[in-house]
C-alpha cells in the first residue's frame, strides 16, 4: 500500500494479484471493470450499495444563496449534482 496512507487502483490490483493469483492485467482490468459498472449505475440515476461496506449515492442540489465569509456578500450557488458516500453501520463499527 502507498505510504501516504491512499489505497490506489493500483494497491487494490496488486492485492489481487497476491491473494486471488490472478494476473496483474487481469486484476487492473477487473478493478477498472468494476469501478466502470459503478460509474454508468450512478450516471444513470441507480444508487450503489455493496453490502457491508457502504451507499454511493448522486443526489441533485438546488440552487440557494450562500455568504462569502470575509465580506459577508451575498452570492448565489448554482444547482449541481453531488456524490455522496454513506458508511454501512458494520463499516462504521470497525473504523470506530
Known amino acids: 500500500m502507498a505510504e501516504a496512507g491512499t489505497l490506489t487502483?493500483?494497491?487494490?490490483?496488486?492485492?489481487?494479484?497476491?491473494?486471488v493469483g490472478l494476473s496483474r492485467a487481469d486484476a487492473a482490468a477487473m478493478i477498472e471493470s468494476v469501478l466502470e459498472h459503478m460509474?454508468?449505475?450512478?450516471l444513470g440515476g441507480e444508487n450503489v450499495?455493496?453490502?457491508?461496506?457502504?451507499?454511493?449515492v448522486?443526489?441533485?442540489?438546488?440552487?440557494?444563496?450562500?455568504?462569502?465569509?470575509?465580506?459577508?456578500v451575498e452570492v448565489p450557488i448554482t444547482p449541481?449534482?453531488?456524490?455522496?458516500f454513506r458508511?454501512?453501520?458494520?463499516?462504521?463499527?470497525k473504523v470506530k
Open 9 to 19: 487502483r493500483a494497491d487494490l490490483a496488486e492485492m489481487l494479484n497476491r491473494q
Open 39 to 42: 460509474t454508468t449505475a450512478l
Open 49 to 56: 450499495k455493496i453490502s457491508g461496506f457502504g451507499t454511493f
Open 58 to 72: 448522486l443526489r441533485d442540489k438546488s440552487e440557494r444563496v450562500g455568504r462569502n465569509p470575509k465580506t459577508g
Open 80 to 84: 449541481r449534482r453531488v456524490l455522496t
Open 87 to 93: 458508511a454501512s453501520q458494520g463499516m462504521r463499527q
